[in-house]
């Protein structure tokens, strides 16, 4: 999401939280999930962020609605790209692979009931894809094993699109779509998201005058970790920090910390 965000809007400072020490979001209880992301919004904002994105399916399930009443300032959230896969399918069939607790959300059940109905929408949990990532193995036995497992059994049902419902699985697409084939269509819904930020800026006169900035990156895991993974993924400039970002029982993020 970040590097979609520094593609569609390079002169825009940006402020990108890792939340490791957390990770993986998608066992975790709604309320705890909320904690994390009203902590970390209040984290950014306090650091002068004049817009959010929350660059998380969870999270988004979780947490928009409250983050939205609680601040004023523009908010964009991720969803499953249900629709524009419901129109690009032939077969009548399209995959979405996503974390356990997307998949059981009511939001994916909103975009089935609004996009849906017409088609079949088989949602996949993939447990184990985040790990593998977070950890830096985009070439592993293990996450191939994983993607084959995932995949197969929904191309298997004639799924002809499959979509991308983790902000980490378009860190390994390219593995996927090996596995999909070429028959398969494989949607990674960053770039809309990225082109809704900038939409939501320009409407609200914040975009940013010329230049290009480098990001602002903190993990609330540890910066050599975080530093060696986005190497990884070819962002060897950027110097991560690392950070404690306590989450707080409130009303707002509806429950307990962490």
């Given at each position: 999401m970040l590097r979609e965000i520094r593609r569609e809007l390079p002169a825009e400072p940006l402020l990108y939280v890792a939340d490791s020490a957390f990770a993986p979001y998608g066992d975790r209880a709604p309320a705890d999930i909320a904690a994390r992301v009203h902590a970390i919004a209040e984290f950014l904002i306090d650091r002068g962020a004049k817009?959010?994105?929350v660059a998380c399916n969870t999270a988004t399930s979780a947490a928009v609605n409250s983050l939205r009443e609680s601040h004023a300032i523009?908010?964009?959230a991720m969803e499953p790209a249900v629709k524009p896969a419901a129109a690009l399918t032939k077969s009548g069939v399209i995959g979405v692979l996503a974390t356990q607790r997307t998949v059981d959300s009511d939001q994916l059940?909103?975009?089935?009931?609004?996009?849906?109905?017409?088609?079949a929408v088989l949602a996949r949990p993939a447990p184990g894809l985040v790990?593998?990532?977070e950890a830096g193995e985009f070439d592993s036995e293990r996450l191939q094993g994983l993607i084959e497992r995932y995949v197969r059994p929904l191309l298997a049902s004639g799924a002809d699109v499959l979509v991308l419902g983790c902000t980490h699985y378009p860190l390994i697409r390219a593995?996927?779509?090996?596995?999909?084939?070429p028959g398969c269509v494989v949607i990674d819904p960053a770039p809309a998201v990225a082109r809704e930020l900038r939409r939501r800026l320009a409407a609200a006169n914040l975009l940013a005058d010329g230049g290009t900035v480098s990001p602002k990156v903190f993990t609330t895991g540890t910066a050599d970790a975080m530093r060696a993974l986005l190497a990884r993924l070819g962002e060897q400039t950027v110097s991560p920090v690392a950070v404690e970002i306590p989450a707080r029982r409130d009303e707002r993020s509806g429950g307990a910390a962490a």
């Open positions: 817009a959010l994105v523009p908010i964009v059940a909103r975009l089935r009931e609004n996009h849906g109905r017409e088609i790990e593998c990532i593995l996927i779509e090996r596995v999909a084939g």
